[in-house]
């Protein structure tokens, strides 16, 4: 693994960002990885991001950067992948994708911080084609979302990452932020644990399929909204908690709640199932898992603790924004 300082102005010259093509939305995944890779750098102080290129015998591959043991966060990764590849029986049968051979690339992001009153961060932006025998695309769609664990609670900082992500949303229609953040909420739960969420939501949307070229113009511009509110979103929070006093019994309790983080990815994640389906690299899919967890047998925080109040907010979804 290369370890680097991701310069900015590496990428080849802007390509037309408002017309979609696969090239176009591949250099603009590209882009927003550099420069989202340089702002986590320069918030950490201290870590680089080890870049590693691999392949994919089946087709594509990615550019995985990985972070560890930093000032401010302990692990995590930007990460991209460009694949493609034959339909296979096991994607019929499991993913439910019918067609002859597919294209997918996209940009997944997860930063575990070393300090407890810093939340945890992902996020997902990506666009799939489906072919038929002759290479005619019979279906294509954009998918995504933006969601935030934290491990004790700030209700500013809460309001402040929904009202970004709402922000970057409205031009596109006012009716959007509340549909996606109803759809993270139940999306990112461990519905084996009474519909409990990992975190305070989101936005989470998939499937959204362009009905005409001007359409599909239009999603990708909405992507790109969404790709460039990231830093914006998440950044300000990890600035003001960062230095905040900490001892081991926060250090327990973010460990008790990477458990559940844990338990999703591995249980209910669809990323990591299509990954892991298509042959994919193991290694990058599960860049998305933190470094130490706990797993106590029927924990209970204390009743009006700070924990529980986290512990409620995560059984009980509020409105931020």
Known sequence: METHHIIPGTVPSPLNYSELTKDSWTHYIHHLQNNICNALEKEDGEAKFAEDNWQRK??????????????????????????????????RSQLKINGNHWFACGLSIVMHPVNPFVPTVHANWRYFELYDGTGTITDRWFGGGCDLTPYYLFDEDARHFHQTLKNAMLPFGEALYPQYKQQCD?????????????????????????????????????????GSAFTEAYLPIVNKRKD??????????????????????????????????????????????????????????????????????????????
């Open 58 to 91: 089946e087709g594509g591959g990615g550019n995985t950067r990985v972070m560890a043991n930093g000032k401010v966060f302990e692990k995590g990764g930007v990460n991209s992948s460009v694949v493609f590849g034959q339909v296979t029986d096991a994607m």
């Open 244 to 321: 905040m006093d900490w001892d081991d019994r926060h250090k327990h309790w973010q460990e008790i709640r990477r458990g559940r983080y844990v338990e999703f990815n591995l249980i209910h994640d669809r990323g990591t199932l299509f990954g892991l389906k298509t042959n994919g690299r193991t290694e990058s899919i599960l860049m998305s898992l933190p470094p130490t967890v706990r797993f106590e047998y029927n924990y209970q925080p204390a009743p009006g603790s700070p924990e529980d109040q986290m512990l409620q907010v995560c059984l009980h979804p509020k409105e931020w924004a």
């Open 186 to 226: 139940a999306y990112f739960s461990n519905t084996h644990r009474s519909n409990e969420m990992r975190g305070i939501g989101g936005v989470f949307y998939d499937y959204l399929r362009p009905g005409n070229g001007e359409d599909a113009n239009r999603l990708f511009a909405f992507q790109q909204a969404n």
